[in-house]
Nanobody, 125 residues
Framework: QVQLVESGGGLVQAGGSLRLSCAAS????????MGWFRQAPGKEREFVAT????????YYADSVKGRFTIFRITAKNTVYLQMNSLAPEDTAVYYC??????????????????WGQGTQVTVSS
């Protein structure tokens, strides 16, 4: 049984930082592509960042490029999202997800088959 459990969300002032964690069980993060998505109230879920199965490739949404970093620690079977220079528009529920796709890095929610429950990030101005 696959489980992805996010943690690390919270309330932070604009300009601050947070690190989200996604602890995986039932799958090995070094064998799957892992992604972070977010959903703000009244909006569709959107892609934030992804790391491919080998860890050699990462890809970011333009809105977070240069501020967010996705990385993993395979010994902990955990994927992280380091978020710096946070802005109010980053406020959303953040979700971790896994994809079996290996041939390409994917930003499409439909390519991700397992999802965590989400963690709330709120950035105050």
């Amino acid at each position: 049984q696959v489980q992805l459990v996010e943690s690390g969300g919270g309330l932070v002032q604009a300009g601050g930082s947070l690190r989200l964690s996604c602890a995986a069980s039932g799958l090995t993060v070094s064998s799957y592509g892992m992604g972070w998505f977010r959903q703000a109230p009244g909006k569709e879920r959107e892609f934030v960042a992804t790391i491919n199965w080998s860890g050699a490739a990462t890809y970011y949404a333009d809105s977070v490029k240069g501020r967010f970093t996705i990385f993993r620690i395979t010994a902990k079977n955990t994927v992280y999202l380091q978020m710096n220079s946070l802005a109010p528009e980053d406020t959303a529920v953040y979700y971790c997800a896994s994809t079996p796709r290996r041939m390409y890095v994917t930003t499409s929610t439909s390519d991700y088959d397992y999802w965590g429950q989400g963690t709330q990030v709120t950035v105050s101005s």
